[in-house]
């Protein structure tokens, strides 16, 4: 990380989680929220690769976990996951155009939401019921149009931190 | 050579992240929410109130207006019941020596005192949960206003939640529609007990253990049981019998229950100051 990065991401991170917090728990469809801080996971792997998708998702994860009753680490363990998972489909993938980051943060967002229930209901939360089917459809249409701003924001946040894509096997 | 170098790297931070969160989660479930993991989520909740609180108050209007859209059908259906309600209410004034006296001997008949002689502790909904499977609401009520958790919270409709987690100067209630929320409550005219589950915020909550031989009429009132080893005082109005019927072959009735509260519009609540009896 670059030291204009060390600054920029828990910028964005704090941003994130206060309008997470605030103004998108009042925005609710159906009582479903657009989930913010997952996004910034699934930014991070488009915009950074698997390696900074972890660790932001792991960041942003463990910051939503302090505003959560659940098992603290839970949103953690799959943001980073999810993270990870979009940087690795990410990899080779140069200059992707916004339809194709709005579809990728629309697959990335489901595939956050059946995870964080399935993970939830391991560990004994009953997540996993009919209500799953709407709020993963309203989470990844509301995450999909909010993409291409919180793509952007992200890589600016990690603007200097040369994507892995980009620097392949030379950086090593 | 240099990409599985690369990869291994990428893997290796993986794993320890996926590591740390298995950790936390483990250290979590072990302390039962009160180890040095809860000290550090109620530190950083307590630090990040006064910007949240700020923000909150920046961020509202854009918060109403969206939500105002979103919601716009259920707006136009408000104004229509409200419309409604003050037509009834009109006719109802004219009838109102008898129906106070009325409500009176039906409160002296169910012996529904809702807990008179408690103290309570005025609060605020400062905020909803920001998530979309967990139904908390946080108040700005904490410990320094004696707020303890397992406090019965509620409005003057009836039961909102229990309080499942305190800082000095906020809470957060589970509320008694989240799934994991399991509570005893009697049945007001049978008086048969039976016990309640949140089944999230539009569906009604399902009531079993009910024998079948019991009679339950639509309409009828649900109060806490008092019985569920102390988690609830006794009378607390909770809901009122949506539907019931006896499934062919069940052992206990299927009863559906619709809350006296409504938790769209959760503004000021009560938090009675009641220590929960524990458990022998």
């Known amino acids: 990380m670059t030291s204009s990065s060390r600054f920029r991401v828990p910028l964005v991170l704090i941003t994130c989680l206060l309008l997470h917090t605030t103004v998108l728990a009042d925005i609710r469809i159906r009582d479903v929220m657009p989930d913010l801080m997952l996004l910034v996971a699934v930014a991070a792997g488009i915009t950074g690769g698997p390696d900074r998708g972890a660790r932001i998702g792991f960041a942003s994860g463990m910051a939503l976990d302090l505003f959560l009753s659940g098992p603290l680490g839970l949103s953690a363990l799959v943001f980073t996951l999810v993270g990870y998972g979009m940087g690795a489909a990410h990899t080779g993938v140069l200059r992707p155009s916004w339809y194709l980051r709005s579809l990728a943060a629309m697959l990335g967002s489901a595939a956050g939401v059946v995870l964080y229930a399935i993970a939830g209901t391991m560990l004994g939360e009953p997540l996993v019921s009919l209500r799953l089917v709407p709020v993963v459809v309203i989470v990844a249409l509301a995450n999909a149009v909010m993409a291409p701003v919180v793509v952007r924001v992200v890589g600016w946040s990690l603007a200097g931190d040369v994507p892995d894509r980009l620097t392949g096997s030379i950086r090593v | 050579m240099a990409v599985y170098r690369r990869s291994g790297r990428h893997r290796f931070v993986l794993v320890l992240l996926v590591l740390t969160s298995i950790t936390a989660i483990t250290l979590d479930f072990r302390d039962g929410g009160e180890g040095a993991l809860e000290t550090l989520r109620t530190g950083g909740r307590e630090a990040f109130a006064p910007i949240q609180g700020a923000a909150e108050g920046l961020f509202s209007p854009v918060g109403n207006f969206f939500g105002g859209v979103f919601r716009y059908r259920q707006v136009q259906d408000d104004n229509a019941r409200l419309r409604a309600e003050v037509d009834q209410a009109r006719q109802e004034s004219v009838r109102a020596v008898d129906a106070e006296r009325e409500r009176e001997l039906l409160t002296r008949l169910a012996n529904l005192d809702f807990v008179p002689d408690l103290r309570d502790i005025p609060a605020r909904v400062v905020a909803n949960a920001p998530s979309n499977f967990q139904r908390t609401v946080t108040l700005d009520r904490g410990s320094k206003a004696d707020v303890a958790v397992g406090m019965p919270v509620v409005t003057n409709a009836g039961l909102v939640g229990r309080v499942v987690d305190v800082s000095e100067q906020r809470s957060t209630v589970l509320l008694v529609t989240d799934p994991s929320s399991r509570i005893g409550v009697r049945l007001v005219g049978s008086r048969d007990i039976g ?23 639509e309409g009828e009132a649900v109060v806490s049981s008092g019985l569920d080893q102390g988690i609830l005082p006794a009378q607390i109005p909770v809901g009122k019998v949506r539907s019931a019927r006896v499934p062919e072959g069940a052992l206990a ?23 929960p009896t524990p458990a022998p």
């Open chain 2, 253 to 275: 009735q299927e009863v559906l229950i619709e809350p006296f509260v409504d938790f769209r519009r959760l503004e000021l609540v009560r938090i009675l100051v009641w220590t």
């Open chain 2, 195 to 217: 016990a309640l589950t949140g089944a999230g915020p539009r569906d009604l909550m399902p009531l079993d253990l009910i024998n079948i031989d019991t009679t339950v009429s």
